[in-house]
């Protein structure tokens, strides 16, 4: 299985983006699919996740802009990112947790990564 995280990009503060996280390879199944980032000189953070059933989890710094879907068809979820600020620049990685482990905020429990896509948000 492989993820293939693309969309990202420079903005202006205020700002969209959505990013797209395609899975390709053998078919499978997953609970949770999720997208974490990370600054520079900081750690890897929870941003959204999609469950298997369509609940979507976002985190705190995110809610109300950002949303999450999932198109099973396409094996591809997206992160729509509205009202972008300059704290959002970072590397956007998609994750798949292929069973649970540990509910959607584990970073551990992802068992598959994309490369990650760069998004920078000027002032």
């Known amino acids: 299985v492989q993820l293939q995280a693309s969309g990202g990009g420079l903005v202006q503060a205020g700002g969209s983006l959505r990013l797209s996280c395609a899975a390709s390879g053998r078919t499978f199944s997953w609970y949770y699919m999720g997208w974490f980032r990370q600054a520079p000189g900081k750690e890897r953070e929870f941003v959204a996740a999609?469950?298997?059933?369509?609940?979507?989890y976002y985190g705190d710094d995110v809610k109300g802009r950002f949303n999450i879907s999932g198109d099973n068809a396409k094996n591809t979820v997206y992160l729509q990112m509205n009202s972008l600020k300059p704290e959002d620049t970072a590397v956007y990685y998609c994750?798949?947790?292929?069973?649970?482990?540990?509910?959607?905020?584990?970073?551990?429990?992802?068992?598959?990564w994309g490369q990650g896509t760069e998004v920078t948000v000027s002032s």
């Open positions: 994750a798949a947790q292929t069973y649970y482990s540990g509910g959607y905020y584990n970073i551990h429990g992802y068992d598959y």
């Open positions: 999609i469950s298997w059933r369509g609940s979507s």
